[in-house]
Nanobody, 122 residues
Framework: QVQLVESGGGLVQPGGSLTISCVASGFTFSAKAMRWYRQAPGKEERDWVASIGSSAGGTTNYAEAVKGRFTISRDDAKNTVFLQMTSLKPEDTAVYYC?????????????WGQGTQVTVSS
């Protein structure tokens, strides 16, 4: 079955950097776009952060709040998607989730990992 496992979160000072990872299994990773979302403390919804197309396209897109500071990339040999975060701000504090939108039984479903906590604080 589909599994997404995030790792690499932690505590970092403002202005610092951190790279988080998501290992995927259960589907043809190289053929699918991947996304990162985040859920800030006290918010009910998850906000889209970044996306990367399949290896055939590889197009990247970013939310305005992170553009120029975050970089999404993928390593299809390792079924892994990364989010490199630089110039971190306290408002980047959130649980970060990996997401895949996949066909399932005639429809499309969102799949999520368990999340990894990123805390930006001095």
């Amino acid at each position: 079955q589909v599994q997404l496992v995030e790792s690499g979160g932690g505590l970092v000072q403002p202005g610092g950097s951190l790279t988080i990872s998501c290992v995927a299994s259960g589907f043809t990773f190289s053929a699918k776009a991947m996304r990162w979302y985040r859920q800030a403390p006290g918010k009910e919804e998850r906000d889209w952060v970044a996306s990367i197309g399949s290896s055939a396209g590889g197009t990247t897109n970013y939310a305005e709040a992170v553009k120029g500071r975050f970089t999404i990339s993928r390593d299809d040999a390792k079924n892994t998607v990364f989010l490199q975060m630089t110039s971190l701000k306290p408002e980047d504090t959130a649980v970060y989730y990996c997401n895949a939108f996949l066909p399932q039984g005639g429809s499309w479903l969102d799949y999520w990992g368990q999340g990894t906590q990123v805390t930006v604080s001095s």
